[in-house]
Every structure is written in structure tokens, then in C-alpha cells.
């Protein structure tokens, strides 16, 4: 068995033996509690020059940030729920289908996640009743080349890392769809541009983007990041 797997077993494993617990805060009894919920602002808008629109759940810190780590890299599946219902408080203000297009891992950091965790995030946004039934999730973006974790990089060394590193594949939404991206971070808005440059050019219309956390550093929602 390839270690991922084996690591995504024992996660599943834990979660039918193990009480749940918030991914927050830790305290038994939900994923995530009343307490951690209380420390999110209304969804905020994120300014990124050259994008649309933005929509951010929250800052990449505290509780959201310690849920979403234990959902992204300490196998908490179980999280996945919680975090699309607060995704979900986002894209319900978004008008129209949406048409959900999550921006796409690293392949090797998908194979050591045991899949990738923003596309399952889009799939359990896209069942969200508070959507009623207008989300569906197109997973077009590929990663056509291998790019460096962007960890620690600049803003510049970022997006000359994703410079030509997507690719959109078939099937996709017909030419002109207006689609949401969805991410779980944005840091430098490197992803997004790179995302949406991608599908401009296969004739689809980045209208709007959706993460949970913004860490972009500036106050929130009077941030301009270019
Ligand atoms: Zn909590």
C-alpha cells in the first residue's frame, strides 16, 4: 500500500473511532463549534488588481486557519462540511449558476494529501441546500508542468512560478461561461491570476473568486495587492 493511502486509511480509521472535535479549537462534540464560528467576519470582499471580484471567509489565522490546516494536511475529512457551509455563506451572495472551477493542487501534494482538497471542498459546496441546487463544479484546470511549492516566495517569484503552468482540460463549460474560482488561500493572488489567465484563454470568463482564507496581509477588504 503507497504511504499516502496508508495515511488516508488510518485517517478514515480514526474518524469512526475517535469522537469528533472542532477543527477550531479542539473542543469534543463538533467540527466546528458556536465559539470559533463567532470569530468570522460577514464574508469580505479581497481587492486584487486585475481581478474581478473576490470573496474571502475569513483571515488565515486562528480558528479558520487551524481548521483548514487539519483539514488540508492532517487528514480531518471529517472538516470538510463545516468549511463549505462557511464557503457556502460566500458564494450565496454571488448571483447566477456558478459554475465552480477549484484551483488545482500540485500533483505530488495532492498524491501526499490522498486527493485534491479544494476540489472535494467545491463538491461538498456545490450540494450546499444554501446554493439550492444553482452550484456545479467544473475541475478544467490541470497543472501542466511541475511548479515549486510557493511557500516562503515573493510575489514576483510566484507568479513567475505559475507562469505557464496550468492547463484547461476537456470537458468544459460551453465558451463564454462565466465561472467561480475557488481557493482555499490567497497570499499574493498569484494563483488566481494564473488560474484566471488560463481560462480567458480557453474562452471562459473568470467572474469572481471564492477563498477561505485571506492572507493578504492588509486590512481586510481595503487591500489592494499587486
Ligand atoms: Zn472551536
Redesign the pocket.
Known sequence: MLPDMKSSLAAALLDLVLPTS?G??G?PGTP??I??DSTLPAPYPVRLTGFPQVLAVGRYRG?LRAALLGYKERGRRDLAPALAVLLADAAARLPGPLVLVPAPSRPAAARARGGDHVLRLCRVLARSPALAGRASVAPVLRAARRTRDSVGLDAAARAANLAGSLRTTEPTPPPGTRVVLVDDVVTTGATLRACAAELTRSDLRPGAALVLCDATGGPAGIVAVS
Open positions: 472542532c477550531g479549537c473542543e466546528w463549534c465559539r470559533c480558528p
